[in-house]
């Protein structure tokens, strides 16, 4: 039965009972107080945990302008992986099947075609060992595929077995296909595995997990040498994150006293970055630094108010902040071995806004680049090109996302294939009778 209109009625009166005196006003004043005065560096306990590597500086310029302007680099290369989603079958077997795929921008159909699939298994039964012995190759050498047999870490089977598919499938094959990558890469998500520091529990850090787990291990090694492979030639490797979900700065922000009350650090940068109508001078917006490149003063019209004849972004920020400080750690406490100093595996990032979405989104680059303001501002101009032109992800990561998705019917038919093989069934519960595979 849906809801009858007049509870709707009473819903909203229950609402009515809950506090929203803030003032979004106010929070977007503290923001530009945030933004001014607390970010030069941002310190905990001393130690500066996100830093500007020039200055605290925030640009705008119209979306037809950057979208319009060349690309700075010749071909560009992105990387995403998919899966079927945790599924669990009658003979107590766990396991989730991810894909990893390069795309290439202009397109290479060889590259396209190369897949790595990875089929982490989880079973109850410690007495069977379903690994493959290394892997196994097919579509005449173009895709290659290996089980691994995972282990409950932090009690949560499901998201691990998740997380390592998409980790080893995704790192595997960014690794086997870095050769063809020639001036830079995009990876779908962050630069590391954030996903892991979640995993420590019991473990206390991330090289104890790491030490007790190879699986574990192999994935932080992995990532570990695409950077150094990436850094070595000189090709950039970033990190394109598209839906930001961290609490580091607001979280250290609360920590050390200062004022704090969004959700997520993608809600102040998009406090700090949304432009309004009749803001015509953007300096009248605080004391921090901001650019106007190119196009005529802001001052268009807009959803809620929003100008929305620009892209916005920050500078760039050396990071250190909650998980990002993990990765970068000595290496005892990475449980990896490295060859380069630690502040070249430093998270770097900056944010960009785009209004017409209300969005924002984060490129990472490992601090190995971040001295070179040449491949900051190349990267930068790329990201902001592909935004502006796509609305959205840049082409080479909304490509390598189409060629890795695997849709509601490949799913179920790759389900059903895997029920033929152990002879057995998926094991159902009510809610997939009500909602199906997706649930």
């Known amino acids: 039965m849906t809801i009858d209109p007049v509870h709707y009625d009473g819903i909203a009166s229950l609402a009515d009972r809950i506090r929203h005196d803030a003032d979004p006003e106010a929070h977007r004043d503290l923001a530009?107080?945030?933004w001014a005065d607390h970010l030069d560096p941002l310190r905990k306990d001393g130690a500066a945990v996100l830093e500007p590597i020039d200055s605290v500086t925030r640009r705008a310029a119209p979306i037809e302008d950057l979208a319009l302007q060349e690309s700075p680099f010749g071909t560009a290369h992105g990387l995403d992986s998919g899966t079927i989603n945790p599924t669990t079958f009658k003979n107590g077997l766990l396991l989730d099947l991810a894909q990893a795929a390069m795309s290439a921008v202009p397109s290479?159909?060889?590259?396209?075609?190369?897949?790595?699939y990875i089929m982490p298994v989880h079973s109850n039964d410690a007495t069977v060992d379903h690994a493959t012995d290394g892997w196994i190759p097919f579509d005449e050498d173009h895709g290659r595929g290996r089980i691994v047999q995972t282990e409950a870490l932090a009690r949560d089977e499901e998201r691990i077995v998740h997380g390592l598919a998409l980790?080893?499938?995704?790192?595997h094959h960014a690794l086997q296909h870095a050769d063809a990558v020639e001036e830079v890469l995009f990876l779908d998500g962050p630069l590391y595995p954030k996903g892991l520091v979640h995993w420590r529990g019991r473990h206390g850090s991330i090289g104890d997990l790491a030490g007790e787990n190879d699986l574990v291990a192999e994935v932080l090694q992995n990532y570990v040498d695409l950077v150094e492979d990436f850094l070595d030639r000189g090709v950039p490797l970033v990190g394109f994150v598209k839906s930001p979900q961290s609490r580091g700065l607001i979280r250290t922000l609360a920590e050390t006293g200062r004022p704090s009350p969004w959700a997520s650090d993608a809600a102040f940068f998009t406090q700090v970055l949304e432009q309004r109508e009749g803001e015509t001078e953007p300096q009248a917006r605080g004391s921090s630094q901001q650019e106007r490149v190119g196009g005529p003063q802001a001052g268009g019209t807009g959803q809620r108010g929003r100008v929305t004849e620009d892209l916005t972004w920050t500078g760039w920020f050396r990071s250190r902040l909650g998980a990002d400080g993990v990765f970068s750690a000595p290496e005892t406490e990475l449980g990896v071995t490295r060859s380069r100093p630690a502040t070249d595996y430093e998270i770097t990032f900056f944010v960009v806004y785009d209004p017409r979405t209300d969005l924002l989104f984060k490129a990472e680059l490992p601090g190995g680049f971040a001295?070179?303001?040449?491949?900051?501002?190349a990267v930068e101009q790329a990201v902001l090109r592909g935004v502006a032109a796509e609305r959205g992800p840049p082409l080479p990561i909304a490509k390598?996302?189409?060629?890795?998705?695997?849709?509601a019917e490949g799913k179920a038919e790759l389900v059903r294939r895997l029920e033929v093989a152990f002879n057995t069934t998926e094991d159902r519960n009510y809610n997939y009778e009500r909602w199906g595979r997706e649930a």
């Open 400 to 407: 390598a996302d189409e060629l890795a998705r695997i849709g």
């Open 167 to 171: 980790y080893l499938a995704e790192s």
């Open 108 to 116: 290479n159909l060889g590259l396209h075609r190369a897949r790595t």
């Open 371 to 377: 001295e070179e303001s040449a491949v900051r501002s």
């Open 32 to 34: 530009e107080t945030v």
